[in-house]
Structures are given as C-alpha cells and as structure tokens.
Nanobody, 121 residues
C-alpha cells in the first residue's frame, strides 16, 4: 500500500503565501518524479510544477517566479511554496508521485487526496 497525505491548504488573502506538503508512505522502493497539479471549479486539472529525482524543476508559466517546488528524498515528501498568491490560484491542489514499490514492480502514478487553496479578500 502507498499513501499520499497532503497538507497546508487554506484561505489566504491576495498577496499572501502558503506552503503545501505531500508525504508518501508505505511500501516504496524508489520515487522518480513528483508533481503538483491543481483543478479550479469548472476547469480541467492542470500541471502546476514538477520536480525530478535529480532536482530538475518545471513550472506552468502563470506561477513562474511565485511558486517553488522542492523535495526531501529522505522524507519522501514534496513541497510547493506559493508566494504572491492571486485569486486565480484558487483551486484544489493535488500531488502526484511516480514510484516503484519494489525492484520488479512497474512504475506507477499515485495521487494525493487534494488540498483546497482559496485566495480571497
């Protein structure tokens, strides 16, 4: 079993900051990519940021310079530091972790349960 537990969402005023966390636990052999997605009401889920096992990162254009993705491999945890938040950042944020449960297991994607971020005055 693999479990992803997200935390850190909430209500914040425009211009404020939040830090999301996603911790993977259970039977894990190796984690490769770790990503954050978001889904706003009435919209499709979209990739916000991603980080490889080597630490390379990529961001959606709308969050570049405001959001920072990082990971702690010892804790199997990925973070998303969100600064200068805007109302259009309001969404449910999901982490996705690509991992192997054992040396002979396939590489699969696992999703967190989602954490809601609301940016409003």
């Amino acid at each position: 079993q693999v479990q992803l537990v997200e935390s850190g969402g909430g209500l914040v005023q425009p211009g404020g900051s939040l830090r999301l966390s996603c911790a993977a636990s259970g039977s894990i052999f190796r984690i490769s990519a770790m990503d954050w997605y978001r889904q706003a009401p009435g919209k499709q889920r979209e990739l916000v940021a991603g980080i490889t096992s080597g630490g390379s990162t990529n961001y959606q254009d709308s969050v570049k310079g405001r959001f920072t993705i990082s990971r702690d491999n010892a804790k199997n945890t990925v973070y998303l530091q969100m600064n200068s938040l805007k109302p259009e950042d309001t969404a449910v944020y999901y982490c996705k972790v690509r991992l192997q449960r054992a040396t002979t297991s396939p590489v699969l994607d696992y999703w967190g349960q989602g954490t809601r971020v609301t940016v409003s005055s």
